[in-house]
């Protein structure tokens, strides 16, 4: 897949940002244990069966999905990104599988008992019907009475504490980016060179404030069960907290 900046090839910035080396090399010093405590701390909260089966949505190259599996779970980790699903089959196992799939593509019916969607892996659609299909699609999969768990940014806290520019370096390549609020989305320009080329990747996430996300979970049948705001779990507060983590049950 060609990398595509500007859009000059009209593709949506995430379809080949998400396949770019570079990509995993700016990212690739996320921390696994923070990663770890936090799915411990929501299975601990959530208490979901020994033998569950959870959609890691989104997965990535499976870092979640690795370790939800060692803990006994059925686990499918689902991504749009084919080097990603490449390096995590590695790890498959009798309950452990990945593929590649668009997330407003419904993989299975009634089927898992938790879908947990983490680190910003939504709001990337322009389209508030490719949002709302994202949403349809978890809620088909889910058994009744099954959960979602949706992790993304707190966008009131956000836009008040966003920063315009940063340099970052890893593996010899700086990385300089520039960050902006437009209309409805903030916005990420990563600009970075590598021998003689140049490159200039584009990434946008939606606004959506906890407003937003009680429209969209209404729209598409969820019941919200709890707002958290850090990976600690700690009750949400619009003005200060992190993160904004929905949980959501599928009734009937």
Known sequence: MGICRDNEMNC???????????????YGNRNAAEAEAFVDKLIDFLHPDKKARIHDLCC??????????????????TDLSSESIQYAKQFENNSLSFFVNDMRRIIRVNYFDCVFNLFTSFGYFKSDKDNED????????????G????????SEKMRSTLVGKET?????IVFHIAKRLEPGFFVKEIRF????????????????????????????????????????????????????IVIAE???
């Open 250 to 252: 599928k009734r009937g």
């Open 60 to 77: 990535g190259k499976g870092r979640h999905s690795v370790y939800l599996s060692r803990k006994g779970f059925e686990v499918t980790g």
């Open 147 to 154: 959960v979602f768990v949706l992790d993304f940014l707190n």
């Open 134 to 145: 994202v949403l349809k699609a978890v809620y088909t999969s889910l058994k009744p009475g």
């Open 193 to 244: 060179s590598d021998g003689c080329k140049e490159f200039k990747f584009i990434e946008r996430v939606r606004t959506f404030s906890k407003a937003d996300f009680k429209t969209l979970f209404s729209i598409t049948g969820f019941h919200i069960l709890h707002l958290k705001g850090d990976y600690q779990l700690h009750d949400f507060d619009e003005k200060t907290s992190d993160r904004l």
């Open 168 to 172: 970052k370096e890893a593996e010899g």
């Open 12 to 26: 949506e910035w995430y379809e080949d940002w998400f396949d770019s080396k570079y990509y995993h090399i700016l």
